[in-house]
């Protein structure tokens, strides 16, 4: 997504002349604003645009939890955004379990809530390929992509299976143009980059510029009547699935090793702690090892460590509950993958990853903008824990 205007402009938070001021004032930093724009989103765009590619391909879907907390409006946000917005903006909020004034930062952001008349809010597309009022990248070949999916403008049975483009509010259409069908879209989009567990990471996804996320988290504070702790709510308001079938993240062959994997994610939202055991927090290898303790097993400490106790598992042939290792090396650290994290089906895995890399949270293991896998094991299948296990039942 790119928002049409760099951060160092920054709107008044009066409607009346708002877009005259930001037209006037793109008039004379344009040869400025080209430069840095190019510099700066343009490498982004491609990335995110590969990121959902791959997150379509895994068929990640987030379903709202029907008792969702939603902000109540400011009077500030009644007065100051378009009235069908703000209807849709709640609507949208509450039918996927994200809070409506998040939504509504990235469209102020993204087009002064499509009353921006700047190139490509209301037609055709600006000069990276972004289209609508939460500028969706609706182009292929541009430098924004096209995540929307096919024409910015198409019939429903036209639709592409990839892309985030949808009929909102079933006239027939998915149009970009149209906030009933974007707005939805962008939830989606926010939903698939993570934001159950780190809602600024998603709206990182939306646009790779940590100023970005700046502006709409403070938008989005002043929509909000109130205090109101968008994280805590997302990650309580959603409920996370891997397919669109319904099946739940993390369905286990067995009950054992569901208990494994249902420990684990219990833990998404806590830091990464370096030499983190719990239970506050945890790094890769302490997120494994406590979740196999809580079944009574133990298994090695440290991820090179894991990685030997094995027993090695083919590639396409994991499944949830297996350790999924990467090629990632340290200085001082022992020979071996020095990273890892535990496969919850689908190509995904629940991870600890680093201390700038958000909390720990459900990603894909296999992604190009990762480093290369190593291997994959099966603790369960260890002599030593089949031995741990059956002195727990000889016991029982």
């Known amino acids: 997504m790119t928002p049409l205007f760099p951060r160092f402009i920054t709107p008044n938070r009066s409607d009346e002349g708002a877009a005259g001021l930001w037209v006037g004032a793109v008039a004379v930093i344009g040869v400025t604003l080209t430069i840095m724009l190019a510099m700066f989103v343009i490498p982004v765009i491609s990335n995110s645009t590969q990121q959902v590619g791959s997150m379509l391909a895994n068929g990640l879907v987030c379903a709202p939890n029907a008792d969702a907390e939603q902000p109540e409006a400011s009077g500030y946000a009644m007065d100051?955004?378009?009235?069908?917005?703000?209807?849709?903006?709640?609507?949208?909020?509450?039918?996927?379990?994200?809070?409506?004034?998040?939504?509504?930062?990235?469209?102020?952001?993204?087009?002064?809530?499509?009353?921006?008349?700047?190139?490509?809010?209301?037609?055709?597309?600006?000069?990276?390929?972004?289209?609508?009022?939460?500028?969706?990248?609706?182009?292929?070949?541009?430098?924004?992509?096209?995540?929307?999916?096919?024409?910015?403008?198409?019939a429903v049975e036209d639709?592409?299976?990839?892309?985030y483009g949808l009929d909102g509010n079933g006239d027939g259409i998915v149009n970009v143009y149209d906030p009933a069908d974007a707005i939805p879209a962008?939830?989606?989009?926010?939903?698939?980059?993570?934001?159950?567990?780190?809602?600024?990471?998603?709206?990182?996804?939306?646009?790779?510029?940590?100023?970005?996320?700046?502006?709409?988290?403070?938008?989005?504070?002043?929509?909000?009547?109130?205090?109101?702790?968008?994280?805590?709510?997302?990650?309580?308001?959603?409920?996370?699935?891997?397919?669109?079938?319904?099946?739940?993240?993390?369905?286990?062959?067995?009950?054992?090793?569901q208990a494994?994997?249902?420990?684990?994610?219990d833990q998404r939202g806590k830091p990464y702690i370096w030499g983190g055991t719990g239970p506050n927090g945890y790094d890769c290898s302490g997120l494994t090892m406590k979740a196999y303790e809580s079944i009574g097993v133990t298994i090695p400490r440290v991820s090179q460590d894991q990685w030997a106790f094995g027993p090695e598992i083919p590639q396409g042939e994991e499944q949830p509950g297996d350790l999924v290792f990467f090629d990632v090396t340290r200085a001082g650290e022992p020979p071996g993958p020095g990273h890892m994290a535990m496969v919850i089906g689908d190509g995904l895995m629940v991870e600890a990853w680093c201390t700038n890399c958000g909390p720990i949270a459900v990603r894909e293991y296999d992604?190009?903008?990762?480093?290369?896998i190593v291997g994959f094991t099966r603790p369960l299948e260890h002599p030593d824990v089949k031995a741990q296990l059956e002195a727990q039942d000889n016991r029982g």
């Open 80 to 154: 100051s955004i378009p009235e069908n917005y703000l209807e849709i903006y709640r609507e949208v909020g509450e039918d996927r379990g994200v809070p409506w004034n998040v939504l509504a930062g990235v469209g102020q952001v993204e087009s002064h809530h499509g009353r921006w008349e700047g190139p490509g809010i209301t037609e055709g597309h600006n000069d990276w390929g972004a289209a609508g009022p939460m500028q969706f990248g609706a182009l292929d070949g541009s430098a924004a992509g096209n995540s929307w999916g096919g024409e910015p403008i198409q």
């Open 367 to 372: 992604n190009p903008n990762r480093a290369d």
């Open 260 to 265: 494994v994997i249902d420990w684990a994610l």
């Open 186 to 257: 962008a939830a989606d989009y926010l939903l698939a980059h993570g934001l159950a567990d780190d809602v600024r990471q998603a709206i990182y996804g939306y646009n790779h510029a940590w100023w970005y996320v700046d502006d709409v988290m403070e938008w989005a504070g002043e929509y909000s009547d109130g205090e109101f702790n968008t994280t805590d709510s997302v990650r309580t308001a959603v409920l996370c699935e891997l397919d669109a079938q319904g099946a739940p993240i993390g369905r286990a062959p067995d009950e054992l090793t």
């Open 159 to 163: 639709r592409p299976e990839t892309g």
